[in-house]
């Protein structure tokens, strides 16, 4: 692939292809541990009722309302329909943070955002894993089974997040310097993603434990300071890399005739979003806000 200015070459660039490799086990970890380990726990218990009520039955709301959308506009197959929802109805917060930031937004409404795109993921993958199997037909669907799969693929996240936690928090308190603590934090995330996969639990749920954990317990109660501002800063450039490798190679990666081929329901697919979106923020934000002495506004 060239990339040129008014024509020129400028440079040949390798087609690059986006692969589940690739965004899962490269870069998904990464994002995942920097965001959780930089998160305070008593901020997010302090918001754990709307960041519950979004990152789980929200996810699930807003996939069925995506799918029943594409259906009837643009006659997707149902099945289709369903695992498109479930991809796209987990929110990715890097954008919608840096404008909260330079709008002055306040803390909490940040916080609720970034708790919900940490643990959403983790819901959003676990019901798309389960769509995928019965659309290959790999297994029969029924509620009772799919609803005891995913609690137990979600659950077994967790108590992998903790574990893994718990034994890397120790070790990082055991020792004082920061690049041996680097060098921790990478395997704890990347080790518990890899091992959850093979164990067959929630990978995203078990980094995002983790690196709560640690960020919680280890880096804010057992590191010097100056160790816990390099883990800060080392974590944040490495999401940084990371998150401008995924927007450049899909930028690589889109065939902008193909695109151009699909405008209608690529169009049709973005109001479904956003419709869905709507209708998901506003009852569940109602919902959440009953009985808190701290509800957000309209």
């Given at each position: ?13 390798p087609?690059?292809t ?81 404008i ?37 037909g790999?297994?029969?669907f ?29 070790m ?127």
């Open positions: 692939m060239a990339v040129g200015i008014f024509g020129t070459t400028v440079v040949e660039i087609r690059v986006l692969t589940r490799h690739l965004i899962l086990v490269t870069f998904l970890p990464g994002l995942l541990f920097d965001a959780a380990f930089k998160l305070d726990l008593q901020e997010l218990r302090d918001n754990v009722r709307p960041i519950a009520i979004l990152a789980a039955p929200g996810i699930l709301i807003s996939a069925t309302i995506v799918t029943v959308i594409l259906v009837v506009l643009i006659k997707l197959p149902i099945g289709l329909a369903l695992l498109f929802g479930a991809l796209i109805s987990a929110t990715d917060p890097i954008a919608v943070l840096a909260f930031k330079e709008l002055g937004v306040p803390k909490r409404l940040g916080t609720i955002v970034e708790g919900e795109s940490l643990f959403n993921d983790g819901t959003a993958l676990v019901f798309f894993e389960i769509v995928l199997a019965v659309v290959l790999h297994e029969e029924t509620i009772a089974g799919s609803i005891a799969q995913f609690f137990v693929v979600v659950a077994g996240g967790i108590v992998m997040g903790l574990v893994a936690g718990l034994l890397f928090a120790q990082m308190r055991r020792t004082q310097d920061p690049f041996i603590d680097m060098a921790l934090t990478m395997v704890l995330a990347y080790g518990t993603f890899l091992i959850a996969e093979e164990l067959g639990v929630s990978p995203v749920i078990a980094v995002v434990v983790a690196g709560l954990y640690v960020g919680n317990f280890a880096a804010r109660g057992g590191l010097a300071a100056s160790t816990r501002l390099t883990l800060n800063e080392f974590w944040e450039y490495l999401a940084f890399l990371i998150n401008s490798a995924i927007f450049l190679i899909i930028g690589l990666d889109v065939d902008l005739r193909l695109l151009a081929a699909n405008a209608t329901p690529v169009a049709v697919a973005i109001l479904a979003m956003l419709v869905a979106r709507l209708l998901v923020i506003y009852p569940l934000g109602f919902i959440a806000n009953r009985r808190s002495r701290r509800g957000l506004p309209l």
